[in-house]
T-cell receptor, first 110, second 114 residues
Framework: GQQVMQIPQYQHVQEGEDFTTYCNSS?????IQWYKQRPGGHPVFLIQ?????EVKKQKRLTFQFGEAKKNSSLHITATQTTDVGTYFC??????????FGTGTKLQVIP | DAGITQSPRHKVTETGTPVTLRCHQT?????MYWYRQDPGHGLRLIHY???????DKGEVSDGYSVSRSKTEDFLLTLESATSSQTSVYFC?????????????FGPGTRLTVL
């Protein structure tokens, strides 16, 4: 079945530093979604990427979808304490369900 | 936040007992999902529903059953709970297929099986 891996599993950064998490699929994806889960909370949708090579920005967050549609990345510029949480990618092969990645837990040190 | 509630929010039970978790939505979304979240595994799909009485298995469906008799309710049942089913369970909904639409998650149920 489809597998989606994320690296790193954990990341500690000093406030103001940049952060990147990478998502890799074992199969070609039709699209990829990103979610954020705050500590003790539930996952919240951030964005969806559909096109090969697509890049989208949300303020300090930059999302990329690889040319081969098998990988994606989320980059946060100048992290803030409000960025703390676990970031998940979720890939789909075009069917009714998505496969979530293992997640990257981000800790920001003030 | 989307209108999704889960009950109970916390439950402690013993091995071998049946457990039913409820997900209730007020958004009239067609698709509903049950996930479990465990450290190092992310979110794994247990079962999902694409309409009333229409359900299908996810990647970790063994030991779980579901029912959806009304659009707004999706029940997850552990027929005979085991310690390996200790987890945080999330319900999610989406207006259409999750592969092209965002999912809205409920607050979660923390289940401990002793």
């Amino acid at each position: 079945g489809q597998q989606v891996m994320q690296i790193p599993q954990y990341q500690h950064v000093q406030e103001g530093e940049d952060f990147t998490t990478y998502c890799n699929s074992s199969t070609t994806l039709s699209n990829i979604q990103w979610y954020k889960q705050r500590p003790g909370g539930h996952p919240v949708f951030l964005i969806q990427l559909v096109k090969s090579g697509e890049v989208k920005k949300q303020k300090r967050l930059t999302f990329q979808f690889g040319e081969a549609k098998k990988n994606s990345s989320l980059h946060i510029t100048a992290t803030q304490t409000t960025d703390v949480g676990t970031y998940f990618c979720a890939g789909s092969g075009g069917y009714q369900k998505v496969t979530f990645g293992t997640g990257t837990k981000l800790q920001v040190i003030p | 936040d989307a209108g999704i509630t889960q009950s109970p929010r916390h439950k402690v039970t013993e091995t071998g007992t049946p457990v039913t978790l409820r997900c209730h939505q007020t958004e009239n979304h067609r698709y509903m999902y049950w996930y479990r979240q465990d450290p190092g595994h992310g979110l794994r799909l247990i079962h999902y529903s694409y309409g009333v009485k229409d359900t299908d298995k996810g990647e970790v469906s063994d030991g779980y059953s579901v029912s959806r008799s009304k659009t707004e309710d999706f029940l997850l049942t552990l027929e005979s709970a085991t310690s390996s089913q200790t987890s945080v369970y999330f319900c999610a909904i989406s207006e259409s297929v999750a592969s092209y639409n965002e999912q809205f998650f409920g607050p979660g149920t923390r289940l401990t099986v002793l």
